[in-house]
């Protein structure tokens, strides 16, 4: 069994949650909670990031970050089952870096609100981060045709991305995006591992 450092309102770590279920390997992983912010938790013993998710392997050692660990679960089921080997190889790749900064994006600005001491909250900081997300948005529209075929890594990312704007931004981009929403819907349907790991509410 390996042991999934994570937790339920991670984005990251959920992309690890989809992709073993692609892989037809959630049977071999357990998820146990980990808060990076507590300096006794032992996340920051197996990896000196101290992020979620890191996946604990049976003979202790710890992979992380969530593509190392999706490429490690790709090869445990044989290869080619999330990571595209052909001609679609490094267009799932992109898709995927857009997912994860659209994570990023957002995950620093939940950190701005919630650790910011002292003076107000950096607007022009928020602002910045932002638009990232926005224009990740806008591109992944003038890219569409990455959106179809059988669902990989850079479906997973985007997914998980736009899950985790509805938890933490009140999907406020389904507004103007009506494609993408049906595109979600089209994953989380087709995909029951998504739809198993929805953020609490
Ligand atoms: N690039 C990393 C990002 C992981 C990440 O930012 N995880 C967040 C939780 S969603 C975290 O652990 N934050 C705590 C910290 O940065 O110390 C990945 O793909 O796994």
């Known amino acids: 069994m390996w042991i999934l450092r994570s937790s339920t309102s991670s984005p990251f770590g959920r992309k690890i949650t989809v992709g073993a279920g692609l892989c037809g390997l959630s049977d071999r992983i357990r998820m146990v909670t980990s808060v990076p912010r507590d300096p006794a938790d032992p996340v920051r013993q197996l990896n000196p990031l101290g992020k979620l998710p890191t996946l604990v392997l049976e003979d202790g ?63 022009i900081w928020m602002d910045y981060q932002r638009e990232k997300v926005t224009r990740s948005l806008a591109f992944v529209m003038s890219h569409r045709e990455m959106l179809s075929g059988t669902p990989h890594v850079g479906h997973i990312a985007l997914a998980c991305a736009l899950a985790y704007l509805d938890y933490r931004f009140d999907g406020y981009w389904r507004v103007g995006y009506p494609d993408l929403v049906d595109w979600l819907d089209g ?9 198993a790991s929805a953020h609490p509410v």
């Not at 190392?68 to 080997?85: K, N, S």
């Open 61 to 123: 050692s710890a992979l992380f970050d969530s593509r190392v660990i999706l490429e490690w679960l790709d090869a445990q089921a044989g290869g080619g089952r999330i990571i595209p080997t052909g001609e679609h190889h490094f267009e799932a790749l992109r898709l995927q870096a857009v997912g994860d900064g659209m994570m990023d994006a957002s995950v620093q600005q939940m950190s701005e609100r919630r650790h910011h001491e002292g003076s107000a909250l950096s607007q």
């Open 187 to 195: 994953f989380a349907a087709a995909v029951p591992s998504f739809a």
